[in-house]
């Protein structure tokens, strides 16, 4: 079974600065696919980076970017330059290739970034 | 471009009473459709999927149940609601190599 473990309920940095999240995974499969969802209070999910684990190459977006570790099944995820508007609820998901590809969440961390 | 609709945005209901939460899809065909609870603003729990018409799996057995009576249409249903049937309610979209698209969510409140 697929399990997602997010071991950081509450975090904080100051503005500008950087931060990482921790997530560890638990899948049998070599296929698939690991995911960062951020939740603002407005409670939209919204898609922050995303990970194939068959790219050995660190995915990143802007100011955010991961260390994917596959044989520790490890995805942790850095924000950089941490500005106001990162404060959130932060999830992390893997969803394996096959069973309709549906995503396992984690519990989240709640980020606040401190003026 | 895609888009979900999902309503309505808030709900207040009487234990006891029935459910119908209804999520649909614009713009891409065979999506796969999901189901997803949210309480107390932490991890999201996977309800329901659906990769096809009639198609539903099931993830965790319950006081609800799900229907897909079109191809981009998705919907939640109770027929007795329970107080902890009480969450954020979110439907959600992906195709085999995108990411999860979600929709606004519900706020369900059983009184």
């Known amino acids: 079974a697929q399990t997602v473990t997010q071991s950081q309920p509450e975090m904080s940095v100051q503005e500008a600065e950087t931060v990482t999240l921790s997530c560890t995974y638990d899948?049998?499969?070599?296929?698939?696919?690991l995911f960062w969802y951020k939740q603002p209070p407005s409670r939209q999910m919204i898609l922050v980076i995303r990970?194939?684990?068959?790219?050995?190459q660190n995915a990143t977006e802007n100011r955010f970017s991961v260390n994917f570790q596959k044989a520790a099944k490890s995805f942790s995820l850095k924000i950089s330059d941490s500005q106001l508007g990162d404060t959130a609820m932060y999830f992390c998901a893997s969803a394996l290739y096959n069973q309709g590809g549906k995503l396992i969440f984690g519990q989240g961390t709640e980020l606040s970034v401190k003026p | 471009s895609q888009t979900i609709h999902q309503w309505p945005a808030t709900l207040v209901q009487p234990v006891g009473s029935p459910l119908s939460l209804e999520c649909t899809v614009e713009?891409?065909?065979?999506?796969?459709l999901y189901w997803y609870r949210q309480a107390a603003g932490r991890g999201l729990q996977l309800l329901f999927y659906s990769v096809g018409i009639g198609q539903i799996s099931s993830e965790v057995p319950q006081n609800l149940s799900a229907s897909r009576p079109q191809d981009r249409q998705f919907i939640l249903s109770s027929k007795k609601l329970l107080l902890s049937d009480s969450g954020f309610y979110l439907c959600a979209w992906r195709t085999f190599d995108s990411p999860l698209h979600f929709g606004n969510g519900t706020r369900l409140t059983v009184t």
């Open positions: 713009g891409t065909s065979n999506p796969n």
């Open positions: 990970q194939e684990a068959y790219k050995q």
């Open positions: 899948t049998s499969e070599s296929n698939y696919y």
